[in-house]
């Protein structure tokens, strides 16, 4: 994905909602918690502010997942739609070395 920056985050839940745009029918929402470098290097528990991000990938509570947003998050589509938050892929491994390490 060059060019488009795409965080990290996990999943704690899921949102149902009742009414939405006509283009997102049928859509998936997940809240997402961003995770920064000191919680993935498990230095902090401290959480960022929870996020809800459409979700085409079948991610499920727990899962860390790599997320866009922004206009980025609106690029996976053929058609545009009112998204400002994207899953791009479920994590499996995630290796965090420092920048002397390579």
């Keep these: 994905m060059e060019g488009v920056e795409v965080r990290v985050g ?8 009742n009414r939405s745009h006509p ?14 470098l ?3 290097l498990a230095r902090s528990a401290a959480q960022a502010e929870e996020l809800v991000v459409y979700d085409e990938t079948s991610s499920h509570e ?5 997320f866009s947003e ?7 589509f053929d058609e545009p739609k009112p998204v400002d938050a994207y899953v791009a892929a479920i994590l499996d491994h995630i ?8």
Aim: charged share 20%; aromatic share 4%.
């Design 10 to 17: 996990q999943v704690i839940g899921t949102v149902t909602v």
């Design 23 to 36: 283009s997102l029918k049928g859509a998936v929402w997940k809240i997402v918690v961003p995770l920064s």
């Design 38 to 40: 000191d919680n993935l």
């Design 62 to 66: 727990d899962c860390r997942v790599a």
């Design 70 to 76: 922004g206009r980025e998050a609106a690029q996976p």
């Design 95 to 102: 290796d965090v070395r420092p920048l002397g390490d390579y």
